[in-house]
């Protein structure tokens, strides 16, 4: 139990210096140019010229855990961190073997964001590879939980940022 507190007392330290670490690097000229940031692990931006209206911000937004390539049982907390506690976090699940993502329960507004996140049915999905991707609106109603996105997920002028994805498989865990 102390060695998993201090796992998460990590991850969220960790985090925070990713945050702070990215937050003092400046993009290229080349890729300003482009319109797209490279130098922020973890955060990918819509391009300048497919948003010049959507007045997108150049935030990150990270996932903490769980991390690329872990295993998670049927319900798992999902923890992250956003520079802008004002937006909206909505985190989306994708069952790999279908095309689209599920909304999750809303976690509550702040820098470090968390939710409980539904991966399957009890007897469906196990030993099935699922994708996180968290995203981020000004617009709180944007999304419900239990909505259904297409995937890929399509440009919407309404999510500012959006994590890069982060792929999971489900076991059989006995309590989910």
């Known amino acids: 139990m102390i060695k998993m507190a201090q796992n998460s007392i990590f991850r969220v330290t ?4 990713i945050i702070l670490l ?3 690097q400046k993009p290229s000229t080349t890729d300003v140019e482009r ?4 130098n922020k692990k973890n955060v990918t ?3 300048a010229e497919k948003h010049a209206n959507s007045q997108a911000i150049q935030q990150p937004i ?4 769980p991390t690329d390539g872990s ?3 049927m319900q798992a907390m999902v923890r992250g961190t956003i520079s802008d506690s004002n937006l909206q976090v909505f985190v989306l699940i994708h069952p790999m073997a279908t095309d689209r993502f599920w909304v999750q329960p809303l976690p509550e507004r702040g820098s470090n964001w968390h939710t409980y996140c539904f991966f399957g049915e009890p007897n469906r999905g196990i030993g099935e590879p699922f994708e996180i991707i968290a995203v981020a609106s000004r617009n709180r109603n944007l999304f419900r939980r ?10 919407n002028p309404h999510i500012l940022i959006r994590s890069s994805p982060i792929r999971v498989t489900r076991d059989p865990c006995l309590h989910s």
């Open 45 to 47: 931006q819509p391009s």
């Open 35 to 38: 319109g797209v940031q490279t």
């Open 146 to 155: 239990g909505d259904t996105l297409p995937s890929p997920l399509p440009d």
């Open 62 to 65: 990270i996932i903490i855990s």
């Open 14 to 17: 960790l985090g925070f210096f």
């Open 22 to 24: 990215l937050s003092c």
């Open 71 to 73: 295993h998670v049982c």
